[in-house]
């Protein structure tokens, strides 16, 4: 279990992440044999920028590789994913705000389900840097392959990889980052995810004030800091609190709404091009 990298970089008296207990891990790595189902997860995290943590379970930990953009369901379009360390089982299920340092910022829970290794030994596919396997999430399914770049890509020496969607009927044009951009745990977006917490505690430093990232931020706490108005002190917020929680109302709806979309398409497996029907109900 090699979690030394990801215990070295936080302190866990400030931040909310789970700091990884030693006998789960034992235990899920006993269980987690060969080409058989195991757990994995997309987390959307806004810190100093906005990226896409997409963890597989092996061994006892998640392997995890941080995508820019996230995943694509087009076969034609190659994501980069950079290798990062290994994250406790337990990192499966968070999501919150990580109020300061390493990660700063705020992590969805966007997808999360089985994978299934193509071979049975993912020690030597790892190794390779050639790793096949189907996905069976809320939003992404079917085949997939991780594949090392050799350091092809700027600065990546072996930590760079791309993650790629084969040709299947879960291959698709519709941007699902785009479409299903809510949380699979709490059905909400950033700013409903902060608002459960401190909205307050970047008032002054937030973790990224320049730039796409810093923009996102500005907007993101606003919005949280008027819903916890509206909801935490009736009467009292005057009109602001009021309309945001109007708003508040409306993110809700629209997580509703949203989850049905993404939960559809499981009940009809059989339908030729999945990823074009959901996007073609999302439109109406
Ligand atoms: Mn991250």
Redesign the pocket.
């Known amino acids: 279990m090699a979690l030394e990298k990801y215990k070295a970089k936080r302190n866990f008296k400030e931040s909310p992440e789970p700091a990884g207990d030693t006998k789960l891990a034992a235990e899920r790595a006993k269980k987690a044999k060969g080409a058989t189902p195991r757990f994995f997860c997309v987390q959307k995290?806004l810190?100093s920028h906005l990226?896409y943590?997409f963890r597989l379970e092996h061994n006892g930990v998640l392997l995890s590789w941080?995508v820019p953009k996230g995943p694509s369901l087009d076969p034609a379009t190659k994501r980069l994913a950079m290798m990062v360390e290994d994250h406790p089982i337990e990192y499966g299920t968070f999501e919150g705000v990580i109020p300061s340092g390493y990660?700063a910022g705020i992590v969805m829970l966007w997808d999360r389900g089985t994978w299934t290794p193509d071979v049975d030994d993912v020690e030597a596919a790892l190794k390779k840097g050639d790793l096949k396997f189907t996905l069976d999430g809320f939003k992404l399914k079917g085949s997939w392959v991780l594949v090392r770049t050799k350091g092809k890509w700027s600065g990546g020496g072996d930590r760079s990889w791309l993650l790629i969607k084969h040709r299947d009927d879960w291959a698709g044009d519709v941007d699902i980052a785009e479409f299903a951009p809510l949380s699979v745990k709490s059905k909400g977006d950033f700013a409903d995810i902060l608002a459960e917490g401190n909205p307050d505690i970047w008032i002054s430093h937030r973790p990224a004030s320049g730039g796409e990232a810093g923009a996102m931020f500005e907007k993101i706490i606003t919005r949280a800091l008027g819903m916890r108005g509206a909801t935490g002190a009736k009467g009292a917020t005057g009109a602001k609190g009021a309309s945001e929680g109007a708003k508040s109302a409306k993110s809700a709806k629209r997580a509703v709404n949203a989850k049905r979309a993404v939960k559809r398409p499981a009940t009809k497996r059989k339908s030729s091009s999945p990823a074009r029907a959901r996007a073609a109900k999302g439109a109406r």
């Open positions: 995290h810190a990226h943590d941080a990660g």
